[in-house]
């Protein structure tokens, strides 16, 4: 069981940044991959990002690419999200989420999420 607890949401205008963390009560953080995905209010949960267990590897859905960054630090069982040149449609719940076998959409185990407004 992995418990993850994310911060870091709030309110920014369209165009600006915003950085996510997620903190991870796990002893071995480094055994899982890590991600990334949120819900818009009304719609599903969709995939954002996620990244191996040695940061060599990342992944990125293409209405982010380019904007978004994932990375983390093994040290501090924590993994980030850096979100740039904010939109509208990127507004939602931020979720992070761990996995030890699937890199592609890592979604054993969730947080609680926290909320991301961009508004213009």
């Known amino acids: 069981q992995v418990q993850l607890e994310e911060s870091g949401g709030g309110v920014v205008r369209t165009g600006g940044s915003l950085s996510l963390s997620c903190v991870a009560d796990?002893?071995?953080?480094?055994?899982?991959?890590m991600g990334w995905f949120r819900q818009a209010p009304g719609k599903e949960r969709e995939y954002v990002a996620s990244?191996?267990?040695?940061?060599?590897?990342?992944l990125y859905a293409e209405y982010v690419k380019g904007r978004f960054t994932i990375s983390r630090d093994n040290n501090k069982n924590t993994v980030y999200l850096q979100m740039e040149n904010l939109k509208s449609e990127d507004t939602g719940v931020y979720y992070c989420?761990?996995?030890?076998?699937?890199?592609?959409?890592?979604?054993?185990?969730r947080g609680q999420g926290t909320q991301v407004t961009v508004s213009s």
């Open positions: 989420t761990a996995d030890q076998f699937n890199l592609k959409e890592p979604a054993r185990f």
């Open positions: 796990a002893h071995n953080f480094d055994t899982y991959f």
């Open positions: 990244i191996n267990w040695s940061s060599s590897i990342t």
